[in-house]
């Protein structure tokens, strides 16, 4: 079946630095979505990518859809303690049923 | 209401018990998600419904699992003979009718444990 393969899996950064993860399909996806979900919580969508090469920003995020359609990327700036949390990608695969990545685990060190 | 809500928050059953997990999405949206999501993964797409036809159900375990969605507003999936494989929490999610497929709300979802 479809999969997406996040990396990194768990991230232990400084409040302050800079995020980057990735995510990439076997399969080309027409829509890339990145979701936070924090603890207790169901997913939240942050950023929606709907063509090749297209770079979109939601405050200190940029998603990026790769131009191979197989890839996205997001990257968070200047991370502060609400950003910790878990990042999925998914996209729409079928129609409306969309497929989740295993996710990234953002954790921020004091 | 607000947005999705489901119920129960929590549900502790036994082996080979019935359950029954209730979704109530937000007021209009036609179409309405169910995903699964073990600890530590992403969520897992279930089965879902326009109205209350069930358009895709190719992700239900097996068929131990089913959903109805019988007036087009609250959905029900319901798990027989629970196993303990079955522990995971239960999401839903609803869709406004005029959004593609990524506007989807999710819910608070419901942690099953089948002990």
């Known amino acids: 079946g479809q999969q997406l393969n996040q990396s990194p899996q768990s991230m232990f950064i400084q409040e302050g630095e800079d995020v980057s993860m990735n995510c990439t399909s076997s399969?080309?996806?027409?829509?890339w979505l990145w979701y936070k979900q924090e603890p207790g919580e169901g997913p939240v969508l942050l950023i929606a990518?709907?063509?090749?090469?297209e770079l979109t920003s939601n405050g200190r995020l940029t998603a990026q859809f790769g131009i191979t359609r197989k890839d996205s990327f997001l990257n968070i700036s200047a991370s502060i303690p609400s950003d910790v949390g878990i990042y999925f990608c998914?996209?729409?695969?079928?129609?409306?049923?969309?497929?989740f990545g295993k996710g990234t685990r953002l954790h921020i060190l004091p | 209401g607000a947005g999705v809500s489901q119920s129960p928050r929590y549900k502790v059953t036994k082996r080979g018990q019935d359950v029954a997990l209730r979704c109530d999405p937000i007021?209009?949206?036609?179409?309405l998600y169910w995903y699964r999501q073990a600890l530590g993964q992403g969520p897992e797409f279930l089965t879902y419904?326009?109205?209350?036809?069930?358009?895709?159900k190719s992700g239900l375990p097996n068929d131990r699992f089913s959903a109805e969605r019988p007036e087009g507003s609250i959905s029900t999936l319901t798990i027989q003979r629970t196993e303990q494989r079955d522990s995971a929490m239960y999401r839903c999610?609803?869709?406004?009718?005029?959004?593609?497929?990524?506007?989807?709300?999710f819910g608070p979802g419901t942690r099953l444990l089948v002990l």
């Open positions: 999610a609803s869709r406004h009718p005029s959004g593609s497929g990524e506007t989807q709300y």
């Open positions: 399969s080309i996806f027409n829509t």
């Open positions: 990518l709907y063509k090749a090469g």
């Open positions: 998914a996209g729409p695969f079928r129609d409306d049923k969309i497929i």
């Open positions: 007021s209009g949206h036609v179409s």
């Open positions: 419904f326009n109205y209350e036809a069930q358009q895709d």
